[in-house]
């Protein structure tokens, strides 16, 4: 008699995801290693990948697509440092009315495409004054402040799903070539509006240093889905109290956009380091 758990129907999420998946191979997507979720504004990455192939989301039924400005809402195949990756230009956010199963379609798909690593890249507010725009924050950790989980029952650890060895590389890869990358932890909140000064003095108080309104149900999701995953915030602002006091997504689109040649070259020089942890 088989096991009860391989017994069990698929539950609706979990059919989503692997309908993506065949959807996502049937276009080439399957056996690569490295798999990267670009946040606002650094679409322009793109334009750098080697043998690029890009699947418009409106041909893919159950990829679900972006309502915000600064999203493209695309799957793109290529190559950086020399990794096969797998590309989503425009996620999904809890606030567009998005369940959480629907925000992590795409990386539980991943791993059912036989991706090893997730990179996650968002847009983010520095708690840290004199962090200057532009500047990059590796996660350590982060705070789920969204109200909701991606997980079924029974899934997930305590650890954190943020990869050690993979950011330790990503730091002395940025070291390297002198680009400006911190380590830290990133409160994930529901938004969509930016904070108060109070609440980032909140926010401080519990140990955070960026603060943004994805990647936390993503990193959780993909790590109980068996990925390695990293995750790079990139501070667009100083956060609420910190400097001016009106920040519009436009700001935030222009410190990105200007961002995207450096987590280019950044990921163009740590490819060759990763290659190897990504084989096993
Ligand atoms: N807060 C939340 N999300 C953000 C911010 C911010 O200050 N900047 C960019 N994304």
Redesign the pocket.
Same mark, same amino acid.
Do not use: T
């Given at each position: 008699m088989p096991a009860v758990s391989s017994m069990r129907a698929l539950e609706r999420p979990e059919r989503e995801s692997e309908a993506l998946a065949e959807e996502l191979a049937a276009r080439g997507a399957a056996g690569r290693p490295l798999a990267i979720v670009l946040g606002s504004g650094l679409g322009g990455l793109v334009e750098r990948l080697a043998v690029r192939c890009v699947i418009p989301g409106a041909e893919l039924e159950h990829l679900p697509r972006p309502r915000v400005q600064g999203h493209a809402g695309e799957i793109v195949l290529g190559e950086l440092g020399g990794v096969p990756v797998i590309i989503q230009s425009g996620r999904v956010h809890l606030y567009e009315d998005r369940s959480p199963f629907e925000v992590t379609r795409f990386v539980r798909a991943l791993a059912r495409l036989g991706v090893r690593a997730l990179l996650l890249t968002n847009? !983010?507010?520095g708690l840290v004054a004199q962090w200057a725009p532009g500047t990059f924050l590796c996660l350590t950790d982060h705070l789920n402040l969204q109200g909701r989980s991606p997980l079924f029952r029974g899934e997930g650890s305590r650890a954190s799903p943020y990869d050690e060895e993979l950011g330790a590389l990503l730091e002395q890869t940025a070291r390297a070539h002198h680009i400006a990358l911190e380590r830290g932890v990133y409160a994930g909140?529901l938004?969509p509006s930016?904070?108060t000064p109070a609440e980032i003095r909140a926010l401080r108080a519990l140990g955070a240093h960026a603060?943004?309104?994805s990647t936390v149900a993503e990193a959780n999701a993909a790590r109980a889905a068996g990925l390695r995953v990293v995750a790079l915030a990139c501070i667009?602002?100083p !956060?609420?109290g910190l400097g001016v006091e009106s920040?519009r997504h436009e700001d935030?689109l222009w410190v990105m956009r200007r961002s995207a040649e450096r987590l280019a070259v950044l990921l163009e020089r740590v490819g060759p380091a990763w290659a190897p942890l990504l084989s096993r």
């Open positions: 847009a !983010a507010g909140l938004g930016y904070e603060v943004g309104m667009a602002n !956060a609420a920040l935030v």
